[in-house]
């Protein structure tokens, strides 16, 4: 039934949504949550889980992009996350690494993206 969905000539529910929007939902969400939260644990606690969702969704979209696409990325796939970002005082950073360093990392807590 999946498979059918993403098959689909016809523009379907899933391929209207647009990631750009509902990544900007899920900010201003968890902005109303932690206005609502008395205290910093609290807080840091709200803003833990949804990051782990965050993560967990970026993952899982982008492998659902590689199994059931028809056409292999016949579109290409957009990386999920800006290539430069600022900090509140202007400081442009990347999430991009430009260096080859071997890094060691625990995969049971780390999510890691990988495209092609």
């Known amino acids: 039934m999946i498979k059918d969905i993403f098959r689909n000539k016809k523009r379907s529910f899933l391929e209207k949504l647009d990631p750009t929007n509902e990544f900007k939902y899920t900010l201003e969400f968890v902005k109303e949550v932690c206005e609502e939260e008395k205290t910093k644990e609290d807080r840091i606690l709200i803003l833990d889980y949804m990051l782990s969702v965050i993560r967990e969704d970026l993952k899982y979209d982008a492998l659902t992009n590689i199994f059931y696409k028809e056409k292999w990325f016949d579109k290409g796939l ?3 996350l800006p ?6 005082e202007g400081i442009k950073f990347s999430i991009y690494e430009a260096d080859d360093k071997i890094r060691e990392i625990d995969l049971a807590n780390e999510c890691v993206l990988v495209f092609p």
Do not use: G
């Not at 290539?83 to 509140?88: A, H, L, T």
């Open 83 to 88: 290539f430069p970002y600022y900090n509140k």
């Open 78 to 80: 957009r990386l999920p």
